[in-house]
């Protein structure tokens, strides 16, 4: 693996050579004012953290970064007391602390400003500031709006901004509210705050007031973690760097010791071989042709080009557009611009895209995916009724005959066709959802997130299904943020970010480096 | 003030201003209709309504709905209707007091149900609603609260008054401007609006969720309770119907008045104005000697004005937050 650098001095390099990573921080002996050790959370059966550390001092701006599924909501929601860890302890200058609520955590001066702003829309601005803490004067004693008014004026001042504290929370733009919940947090005197992926719906001039407002925040000795996905942000803002992985605590030093390679590698580094990998065929004949699909707002310019036999991977962050451009691929959401042919024939409506051989297989199992409470065998017969009735009238034999057809070829287990899939495991909840799918008999299918949340076995099992599928002629695209999964079974991996495909990338080519750099990193579009 | 705000406030001024208008027509048709007795007559009507919209806003508020009101005004004025007609007449302040505490079981027994055991209000309070019926049949036990039955201290109260206003008019004010105090300068006021403008951020902010759902439906029961005095006092006598209904109309003025029904929103001053009107549109369809059908056609359209105003002036917001649509009526 080469290091690429990043813009950095010579100096730095030199640094790096010799560095011993500097787990105590710049002042070594301070007591650090938040600190995790060795925190577990376990949700179902899905390991979500693992025995994970983590230390915040006064007056540092920490970043804590990881990729989708590392952990690190998980995490902050523990530090801020929406859940409370399995195993592990939670200190406050030094002292062990239980948030059993997130008031809990607020009594502790820890405040998080959420990546969606948690406010109330029908309140003034002031009072979202004082929620619950509203000041009072008088005899009989009642809340002073006068002095909350000045009081949510002087503390917004100090954060550089000019709102009007009568004015309606609703009527805020997005930037606005994350200032009306940063000067809650001041009001609270907060000693840790805890910013959750700020800048994802910001201008570039907003996330520079924001960027200000929290080096101003740290310079008075306030400690801030601050998760985020894009590096460059990280740099420009990070005075350590705290890396999760798999739930997994991976490193934590100095920014200055990472460089974007470094970081990249920390992030994504697993062991990608352990993987199943793929018989590669001979793509075959077009069959998905995707010309200029864009919605406004959401994704542009996309092309896709799918064969016969070839797996085409969709990379990039959550909140890419990667599901978006599926939907609208198959036609359920509104597209702006852009053609979809399946083998030559136009596809506008989810009726016609089924009818040409395309399947879809969406990320929400539980929602999109399966009827939960009906059998199996209704839920795999549902898209074909068709051909499973008799003029209009359901035949039951049939419907379990083809859920049992099924059920085999993909190694279901349930005890028969007739249980319904609320009861089985979410791998074995995912099968019916392949099944209902597969047997439409498509030539074309999109998953989305086929493997989300389901546990080794089963995903082992849907990677060879994945593969057999291909090697049998069908056409995938195969949408997933489990990096090392795309690019063992993927032909072909596009990458997007942000509503653009910023990579195309063969096989060969496709790193987990290359792929995470165009994920996140400022890059050059290109075309599929 | 920002935009919003400016219409919510125009609303108000707008709801006036229409009953002002409604006012001349009426009066331009029947002169009667300014009379002295005939506005007191309308003061009356209104009065349950006004008391039991007050407390139903609260409930509205944190995006919840009882329905169980109607029910259990009909149980309170039965309830200490029977205790006079077997024990002898009750002092009336004991009376009215008797008659708090049967609103009051109800109300909690909505309230815990509701923010505990997480169970839609809208469904819950339905159940409730026959649960209390029946509850005033067996009271009742086959008979009925006659005239002779109410005490007169009781009945009292629907007559004279300074400046000729009933004392009965008198309490539903109190209890009106009292849901308007803790709602303006109180913190559990102010929580009461919070909880239904944003369940998920008043629970990240530690503010006491269930504790506030179970406030508003225990005062919502205990006004019932009153409303049922209110009632042997208003008209002397109760049937086990009593009541039956009530809800409806009552939410309807609320709604009228402006009050979001996905919670987070609405006045006092707006519930009064909406208990206000459908009593002008009542009493004025009465003098003017129009029919029934047409002041229940009238309610009907009122309220699907006020819904539709509602919406448009959601939809007015930004998309960032308002889409804190209706997930649950519950807690």
Not at chain 2, 256 to 261: C, F, K, L, R, Y
Request: glycine letters at 10%.
């Amino acid at each position: 693996m080469k290091r690429r650098e990043a813009p950095r001095t010579p100096e730095r390099r030199e640094e790096e050579k010799d560095h011993v990573p500097e787990i105590e921080g710049r002042d070594g002996a301070a007591v650090p004012v938040l600190e995790a050790r060795a925190v577990s959370k376990v949700f179902g059966g899905t390991v979500a953290l693992d025995h994970v550390d983590l230390s915040l001092r006064a007056g540092e701006i920490h970043a804590l970064l990881g990729e989708n599924g590392a952990g690190k909501s998980t995490l902050t929601r523990i530090l801020c007391g929406v859940h409370r860890p399995d195993t592990g302890e939670l200190r406050v200058d030094g002292a062990v602390v239980d948030f059993h609520t997130p008031a809990a955590a607020q009594e502790h001066d820890i405040a998080i400003l959420h990546q969606e702003p948690s406010l109330f829309g029908d309140l003034e601005v002031a009072e979202n500031v004082f929620v619950g803490r509203q000041p009072k004067h008088g005899r009989p004693p009642r809340i002073d709006r006068r002095a909350m008014r000045a009081e949510a004026a002087a503390l917004l001042a100090e954060l550089g901004a000019e709102l009007d504290p009568a004015a309606r929370v609703a009527d805020l733009s997005l930037a606005e509210a994350q200032l009306v919940e940063m000067a809650g947090a001041l009001s609270r005197r907060a000693r840790v705050l805890i910013v959750d992926e700020p800048t994802a719906a910001l201008t570039p001039g907003e996330v520079g007031d924001l960027f200000r407002v929290l080096r101003g925040l740290r310079d008075r000795g306030v400690a801030i973690l601050f998760i985020g996905h894009r590096l460059e942000e990280i740099f420009a803002l990070a005075d350590r760097i705290t890396v999760l992985r798999d739930g997994r605590f991976v490193d934590s030093r100095a920014a200055a010791d990472h460089d974007e390679a470094s970081l990249i590698r920390a992030m994504v580094g697993r062991d990608v071989a352990a993987l199943h990998v793929r018989t590669r065929v001979e793509p075959g004949e077009p069959l998905l042709q995707v010309r200029g699909l864009a919605r406004a707002g959401v994704f542009e310019a996309v092309d896709l080009d799918l064969r016969s036999g070839e797996i085409v991977g969709l990379a990039g962050l959550v909140g890419a557009g990667r599901t978006e451009v599926a939907r609208a691929v198959f036609g359920i959401d509104r597209r702006d611009a852009g053609t979809v042919e399946l083998a030559g024939e136009r596809l506008r409506t989810p009726q016609q895209a089924m009818r040409a051989g395309l399947a879809f297989v969406p990320e929400d199992r539980q929602r999109e995916g399966v009827a939960v409470e009906l059998p199996i065998a209704a839920n795999v017969a549902l898209p074909i009724l068709g051909r499973v009735a008799f003029h209009g009238w359901l035949r039951p034999g049939r419907e379990r005959a083809l859920a049992r057809e099924w059920g085999e070829r993909l190694r279901l287990k349930a005890r028969d066709v007739e249980q319904a899939p609320r009861e089985l495991s979410g791998g074995n909840q995912q099968k019916v959802v392949l099944a209902k799918w597969l047997a439409t008999r498509p030539r074309v299918l999109i998953l989305d997130e086929p493997t989300r949340g389901v546990d080794v076995g089963a995903k082992v099992e849907i990677h060879r299904l994945i593969d057999e599928l291909a090697a049998a002629g069908m056409a995938i695209l195969l949408i997933s943020s489990d990096l090392p999964e795309v690019l063992a079974l993927s032909d072909r991996v596009l990458v997007m970010r942000e509503g653009r495909v910023t990579a195309a990338l063969h096989h060969a080519e496709a790193t987990p480096e290359r792929v995470m750099q165009a994920a996140t990193a400022e890059a050059q579009a290109v075309a599929a | 003030m920002s935009a919003v705000a400016r219409l919510a406030r125009v609303r108000e001024l707008a709801l006036a201003g229409f009953i002002a208008l409604l006012v001349i027509v009426i009066a331009a048709q029947n002169g009667d209709f300014l009379s002295g007795s005939n506005l007191r007559s309308i003061l009356l009507d209104i009065t349950l309504i006004a008391a039991l919209a007050s407390a139903q806003l609260m409930v509205m508020l944190t995006r919840n709905f009882d329905l169980s009101i109607g029910s259990t005004v009909g149980l309170s004025a039965v309830t200490v209707g029977m205790i006079c007609q077997q024990h002898g007449a009750l002092p009336t302040p004991l009376a009215y007091l008797v008659a708090v505490a049967v609103g009051l079981v109800v109300g909690l027994v909505n309230g815990f149900a509701i923010a505990r055991l997480r169970i839609p209000s809208i469904i819950f309070t339905l159940g409730m609603l026959s649960v209390v019926r029946g509850a005033v049949y067996l009271v009742a036990d086959g008979g009925q609260v006659n005239s002779e039955d109410v005490p007169a201290g009781m009945t009292d109260l629907a007559t004279g008054g300074p400046f000729g206003i009933p004392p009965l008019v008198l309490i539903a004010l109190a209890v009106a401007l009292a849901a308007f105090a803790f709602l303006r300068w109180t913190r559990s006021g102010r929580n009461v609006y919070a909880v239904g403008s944003n369940p998920d951020a008043a629970r990240l902010h530690g503010l006491p969720v269930s504790r506030t759902v179970v406030l508003v439906f225990a005062l919502s029961g205990a006004v019932a309770g009153l409303a049922g005095a209110l009632y042997l006092s208003r008209f002397g006598f109760a049937q086990i119907t009593a009541g039956s209904g009530l809800e409806l109309t009552v939410i309807a003025a609320v709604v009228v008045g402006g009050a979001s029904i996905f919670g987070g929103s609405g006045s006092i001053a707006g519930t009064l104005l909406g208990c206000l009107l459908l009593g002008v549109i009542g009493n004025g369809f009465a003098v003017l000697g129009v029919s029934q059908y047409w002041q229940d056609a009238a309610y009907g359209a009122l309220i699907l004005l006020a819904v539709i105003a509602d919406a448009r002036l959601r939809a007015v917001r930004r998309p960032a937050r308002s889409a804190a649509a209706p997930k649950e009526a519950t807690a």
